[in-house]
Nanobody, 128 residues
Framework: QVQLVESGGGLVQAGGSLRLSCAASGDSFSSYTMGWFRQAPQKDREFVASLTRGGATTYYADFVEGRFTISRDNAKKTVYLQMDSLKADDTAIYYC?????????????????????WGQGTQVTVSS
């Protein structure tokens, strides 16, 4: 099993940057595909980004448009989401997720309710 704790959210002006972190505890962090998702008020949770177990290959939702970068440090058991050029529409609770035996590419469309592990989320608010 793995436990996930997000941090790094906050209030930022449009055009600003934030770096989210997701710290994992438990064994075999490097065996999990990791991803970031977000949920805005009155909206469904949606995929943001994912990366392979080694971190070499990344996938992003179309709305990211080159503004976000997902990365991981397996030695520190942490996955990051660097968010630049933030927009008001990026306001949401951001969650990290982990799933073993799932490719990073498949995580883009995998049923969210079936992802194995979730953090508690971190609020990101972008003021316009």
């Amino acid at each position: 099993q793995v436990q996930l704790v997000e941090s790094g959210g906050g209030l930022v002006q449009a055009g600003g940057s934030l770096r989210l972190s997701c710290a994992a505890s438990g064994d075999s962090f490097s065996s999990y595909t990791m991803g970031w998702f977000r949920q805005a008020p009155q909206k469904d949770r949606e995929f943001v980004a994912s990366l392979t177990r080694g971190g070499a290959t990344t996938y992003y939702a179309d709305f990211v448009e080159g503004r976000f970068t997902i990365s991981r440090d397996n030695a520190k058991k942490t996955v990051y989401l660097q968010m630049d050029s933030l927009k008001a529409d990026d306001t949401a609770i951001y969650y990290c997720a982990a799933h073993a035996g799932l490719s990073a590419q498949s995580m883009r469309t995998f049923p969210i309710s079936r992802l194995e592990y979730w953090g508690q989320g971190t609020q990101v608010t972008v003021s316009s």
